[in-house]
């Protein structure tokens, strides 16, 4: 691509776009030859000038530019995108995840070679969300592609995640092409009836990456009393109540997330068995352990507790003391299934924070079954930022 403007790193910074890595700092830039448009296609060289990638230029992110191709010979433009566009949702048909019926997640931004990019798919509707200045900058094109390669109903734009507002975007809210079809929407998930508000829920509506995992957990369903805590709409307590759980306890700060839990729950015919709870989960679980109440199934699946570096330590204590209660609040034999969705905890380090509140909390435990995200949500193993999600099924021996 001649003509474009180039960037240049400083000696000794291209280590990590050599490994395939598709960002490059802000503090590993020496110069910018020419004004780049935000979003616009910068070429990335070496200090000695040698080619290394393509990138889209994001001026207000310390996250200067997101590499599209490694490829000298690749073209940034419309075609490339539809390319990228229609190699992501191909996994997705391998994994036979485009049935009518269901959800998925169509593109998880660097794992499929789309930084920024955000797509999931709730039946025929699609909800994308334009997370950097690049996927700004082809919005367009990626909504064209998206279009012609699935036919959906409708394709809205959740872009109202503040990550924008570090790339400089305000936050959007809107409807882009078709028609929605009534709210909440209604898809299935492992056989459960699930229940999507499109424009108002969280994130994109759904937590479409715990698919698998809630499928895990309903194994150990059978006859149990079940505390789904951080429930969201209650994906966790109703795979379990579908799989044979005498009852289950849905605690959520939200109030709007546990009426579309009830919802679902009444959709499912299983509401009679449910108690639903408007709380902050450390409270609650401090309330019910001194209150004597025991589950045989604990779920906790709390939002991100680490969004940077310097809230590791604190988020670290965050995620001990909640899987102290949960230990504290299980009967003997039974089952904590808990989750981390903080990138900057590793499994390893999970691992070791749950190993710390068993053994303050002085009880024997084994891991069962260790979780991550659902293969709709890959990894690209240059980018090893997308694995964030890590889960652990802990028993408490008897
Ligand atoms: N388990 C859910 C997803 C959980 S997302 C599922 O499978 O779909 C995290 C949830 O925690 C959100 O619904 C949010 O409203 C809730 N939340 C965040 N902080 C909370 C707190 N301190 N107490 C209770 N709920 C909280």
Not at 36 to 46: C, D, F, H, I, L
Not at 148 to 171: F, M, N, Q, T
Not at 274 to 296: H, I, M, S, W
Not at 315 to 335: H, S
Request: glycine share 8%; net charge neutral.
């Amino acid at each position: 691509m001649p003509g474009i403007p180039e960037i240049k790193l400083k000696a000794g910074r291209e280590k990590s776009i050599r490994r395939r890595h598709p960002w490059v700092f802000s503090g590993a830039i020496a110069h910018v030859n020419g004004d780049p448009e935000a979003g616009s296609t910068v070429r990335v060289q070496s200090a000695a000038g040698e080619f290394l990638a393509y990138a889209a230029w994001s001026p207000a992110s310390q996250i200067r530019a997101r590499v599209w191709s490694f490829d000298e010979a690749s073209t940034i433009d419309a075609a490339f995108i539809r390319h990228r566009v229609a190699r992501a949702i191909e996994l997705r048909r391998q994994l036979d995840l485009l049935d009518d019926t269901s959800a998925c997640r169509l593109v998880f931004s660097e794992s499929d070679g789309l930084p920024g990019l955000i797509v999931d798919r709730y039946r025929a509707c699609l909800v994308c969300q334009f997370l950097s200045a690049g996927a700004e900058f082809w919005r367009d094109a990626m909504v064209s592609a998206l279009d012609e390669l699935l036919a959906p109903r409708a394709i809205y734009e959740r872009s109202d995640a503040s990550v924008r507002l570090k790339e400089g975007l305000e936050l959007r809210n809107e409807l882009l092409r078709g028609e929605l079809p009534a709210d909440p929407l209604e898809f299935t998930m492992n056989g459960v009836r699930q229940l999507v508000s499109i424009e108002q829920g969280q994130k994109t509506g759904g937590y479409l990456d715990q698919r698998v995992n809630r499928l895990r957990i309903a194994a150990y369903a059978a006859g149990a009393s079940v505390l789904d805590a951080y429930s969201y709409s209650g994906g966790f307590a109703l795979a379990a109540l579908c799989h044979g759980a005498s009852d289950a306890n849905l605690i959520d700060s939200s109030a709007d997330a546990l009426r579309l839990a009830a919802r679902q729950a009444e959709l499912n015919g299983v509401v009679d068995r449910c108690q639903f709870t408007n709380a902050n989960v450390p409270q609650e679980l401090r309330r019910l352990r001194d209150a004597g109440k025991r589950y045989d199934l604990v779920v906790l699946d709390p939002p991100k507790f680490v969004s940077s570096a310097q809230q590791l330590q604190s988020g670290c204590r965050g995620y001990k003391d909640i899987n102290m209660l949960g230990l504290q609040l299980l009967n003997p034999g039974g089952v904590l299934a808990t989750f981390s969705c903080s990138g900057h905890v590793g499994a390893e380090l999970f691992q070791k924070i749950v190993a710390g509140a068993a053994a303050d909390v002085r009880c024997d435990t084994q891991i069962v079954e260790r979780l991550s995200q659902a293969p709709d949500h890959p990894v690209a193993l240059s980018f090893p930022e997308a694995d964030y999600l890590c889960g652990l099924v802990v028993r408490l021996l008897p």
